[in-house]
T-cell receptor, first 111, second 114 residues
Framework: QQPVQSPQAVILREGEDAVINCSSS?????VHWYRQKHGEAPVFLMI?????EQKGHEKISASFNEKKQQSSLYLTASQLSYSGTYFC????????????FGTGTRLLVSP | GAGVSQSPSNKVTEKGKDVELRCDPI?????LYWYRQSLGQGLEFLIY????????KSGLPSDRFSAERTGGSVSTLTIQRTQQEDSAVYLC????????????FGDGTRLSIL
């Protein structure tokens, strides 16, 4: 099943913070986060691995709660360039990097 | 090339025609993925190629959809007897086959069925 993201949409003023959540019904091996701007390809942000290792972006952080099968993406001091749709992609215990992408969260940062 | 290349960028065709979409992955990336994204929706997994292994076709929505990957590089997604519900953006991604590598996406092919 597709991971569920919340909120579905959020509007921020520049400089404000946001948290985007991703919840799965299945045990997860890793969670990937991507951002997609309108009409463009998704761009990689972050990978969170079972066991706590994190790979990715300098200005964006994230957490992965393996027991709850949840991940959260933290956007602090948001910039106009953060606007877009954020997708989490979950990988089950397969090791084959097949991702199931979430429902998406639309973020709009205004001046 | 520097990134994943997809062609054509746009394709308009009549219902019932066959279409071929091409993906050229990043050099050295042995994993290749196809996704479908309908307007305003998320990414729907279609098929996954990894090296010389049998592809994971579990996401193909019907037998009208097929894909191949020649020489471990370029991939072609074919849709036969297109239907209006096939209209979407078809995205290709590639990655290294190592633990937890990011997927790199192409700009996609926007397919419109009249």
């Amino acid at each position: 099943q597709q991971p569920v993201q919340s909120p579905q949409a959020v509007i921020l003023r520049e400089g404000e913070d946001a948290v985007i959540n991703c919840s799965s019904s299945k045990a997860l091996y890793s969670v990937h986060w991507y951002r997609q701007k309108h009409g463009e390809a998704p761009v990689f942000l972050m990978i969170l691995l079972k066991g706590g290792e994190q790979k990715g972006h300098e200005k964006i952080s994230a957490s992965f709660n393996e027991k709850k099968q949840q991940s959260s993406l933290y956007l602090t001091a948001s910039q106009l360039s953060y606007s877009g749709t954020y997708f989490c992609g979950t990988e089950e215990n397969t090791g084959f990097q097949k991702l199931v992408f979430g429902t998406g969260t639309r973020l709009l940062v205004s001046p | 090339g520097a990134g994943v290349s997809q062609s054509p960028s746009n394709k308009v065709t009549e219902k019932g025609k066959d279409v071929e979409l091409r993906c050229d992955p990043i050099s050295g990336h042995t994993a290749l993925y196809w996704y479908r994204q309908s307007l305003g929706q998320g990414l729907e997994f279609l098929i996954y190629f990894q090296g010389n292994s049998a592809p994971d076709k579990s996401g193909l929505p019907s037998d009208r959809f097929s894909a191949e990957r020649t020489g471990g590089s370029v991939s072609t997604l074919t849709i036969q007897r297109t239907q209006q519900e096939d209209s979407a953006v078809y995205l290709c991604a590639s990655s290294l086959v190592r633990v937890n590598q990011p997927q790199h996406f192409g700009d996609g092919t926007r397919l419109s069925i009249l």
